[in-house]
């Protein structure tokens, strides 16, 4: 006699669904670390890390400006494939045997592992649109860019550099200050940094400071305001002491948007403040103006244009309104040193 067919009951349709090959996964996206929130309070849009990239780390929305690190100041400042690291072989050592919860040297191997740097500036010669300089970024991504001992010798020996070989200097600064793990010694660089830009002023050469977020202590005191033209990023915290340890100590409300690069500018602290956007351009036109060279860009203009007749051949070329007050800030600067 035929058996009846065998009706599936709950426990044999489950062992039948656990016989059938599992659901292919879906593709999960991963979006940690590719999106960004904008810090600056009124404008905190979502921002994605390849159009923070495009806009030389700037909000595409309100134009606030991101800290950068000084490998990628060089590569978007520098002309590609000029730039050639001089003095990039001194370390910090522990002369003062700073004691801590962790050691200075432990603290410098984190930085440099961190960075890839061997102290928080690097140093260099380069060109901006085919102008030959000695250009120094300083990494606030290192131990805050504070300025120790080799900090300021390598600053010291770019400036020499500068000088020997007849070139302007630009130095980007950023830095919570001198380095306290050195004491004294930290301090100390600010008079040698001073001297050398001295000697480097004396020999008729220019030189140009770029104070980005932020500019403070020791470094504001010494190389940063004495350059022949200073030029501040937008919003950039610039100043000696922080803005809550001068109201606690003077008791008094400071005015809006003090330590910032638009109140040093309105005040008559800085001479300019240029966007990241704009700064190549800004220091190219800076440095022909300096050194009497033509651009890459004036050269190559001249020779595709046609050639002027009339009285258009006779016709003085009027500089840019910008250029003529910064070149008349150089000559103002100069004569005040001397």
């Known amino acids: 006699m035929a058996q009846p067919p065998k009706r599936n009951t709950p426990k044999d349709a489950k062992d039948s669904r656990d016989s059938t090959p599992p659901p292919e996964r879906r ?3 991963q979006t940690e670390g590719q999106f960004f929130k904008c810090p600056n309070r009124s404008c905190a849009q979502s921002l994605f890390i390849k159009d923070i990239e495009k806009h030389f780390h700037c909000c595409k929305f309100c134009g606030h400006h991101f800290r950068i690190g000084s490998r990628k100041r060089v590569e978007i400042t520098l002309d590609p494939g000029s730039f050639t690291e001089i003095c990039n072989g001194l370390e910090s050592l522990d002369p003062l045997q700073f004691k801590g919860k962790r050691s200075y040297l432990e603290r410098i191997k984190e930085s440099q592992d ?3 740097l061997r102290d928080a500036v690097i140093c260099g010669e380069g060109k901006i649109e085919g102008q030959p300089l000695v250009f120094c970024a300083m990494d606030f991504q290192f131990m805050g860019g504070s300025m120790g001992s080799v900090v300021g010798e390598k600053i010291a020996r770019a400036i020499e550099h500068a000088t020997k070989r007849g070139w302007p200097i630009v130095i980007v600064c950023c830095s919570g200050g001198a380095r306290m793990d050195e004491g004294v010694l930290s301090l100390m660089q600010m008079a040698k940094t001073s001297a050398a830009l001295e000697r480097h002023s004396e020999a008729g050469l220019t030189y140009i400071a770029v104070l980005s977020d932020p500019t403070l202590a020791g470094v504001s005191a010494s ?19 922080g803005a809550r340890v001068i ?3 003077i008791r008094k409300k400071l005015p809006e948007g003090f330590q910032t690069s638009e109140f040093l ?3 008559g602290q800085i001479d300019m403040v240029t966007p990241r956007k704009d700064m190549r351009g800004t220091l190219a036109k800076l440095l022909a103006y300096a050194t009497g060279e033509e651009t890459e860009a004036a050269r190559a203009g001249k ?3 046609p050639r002027p007749q009339g009285l258009a051949a006779s016709a003085k070329q009027e500089p840019a ?3 003529v007050a910064a070149e008349t800030d150089v000559s103002g600067k100069k004569a005040r040193r001397r």
């Open 27 to 29: 593709r999960k996206v």
């Open 114 to 116: 961190k960075t890839g």
């Open 223 to 241: 190389y940063a305001f004495l350059a022949d033209l200073i030029i501040g990023e937008p919003e950039a915290m610039i100043g000696f002491t």
């Open 247 to 249: 109201e606690q100590t």
């Open 265 to 267: 500018l309105k005040h």
């Open 303 to 305: 020779a595709g244009a």
């Open 321 to 323: 309104p910008e250029l």
